[in-house]
């Protein structure tokens, strides 16, 4: 029975995430933290860091956070909602920076329609530049209308 609230709570954090990323994306990262997202949008620099990416370690210190304070007792579930940011950080970083962004030059032949649809919204992101109507979407929850076989 324990096992199965550990997976539980671990799902159930990786699907909250989803939503976490979506919303940070639209009303932090297109928001007041602009300063640290734009240079996501503006590739005017040629490190392979960005500035940007410090979205990653602030989740990546939570989830770290979450698995290290973990206790049977008072803190229960610290490992599965920890392990469940981590595998949700894991699955956006392949997804997001090596699929879509190509940070590694892998995946660049992947013909699926999923595929397809999630680099077709994400270039209608890209498109707008700027702060404002920075149309955003999860991994997983794209709308169909960018799904095309």
């Known amino acids: 029975m324990n096992v199965f609230i550990w997976i539980l709570f671990f799902l159930a954090t990786f699907c909250f995430m989803e939503f976490m990323a979506w919303f940070t994306h639209k009303y932090v990262m297109h928001g007041f933290l602009w300063s640290l997202h734009k240079d996501h949008h503006h590739k005017h620099h ?3 860091w960005e500035r ?13 956070s979450c698995i290290i304070l973990h206790d049977p007792i008072s803190f229960w579930v610290g490992k599965p909602i920890g392990f469940g940011i981590l595998a949700y950080g894991i699955a956006y970083f392949i997804v997001h920076d090596i699929f879509i962004h190509q940070r590694f030059k892998v995946f660049r032949n992947i013909n699926h329609w999923y595929a397809k649809g999630l680099r077709r919204a994400h270039k209608i992101h890209h498109k707008n530049i700027g702060k404002q109507q920075g ?3 999860g991994m997983l929850l794209v709308p169909f209308k960018y799904f095309k076989k």
């Open 46 to 48: 040629t490190s392979w």
């Open 52 to 64: 940007n990416d410090v979205f990653f370690v602030f989740y990546a210190v939570i989830s770290m």
């Open 135 to 137: 149309e955003c979407f």
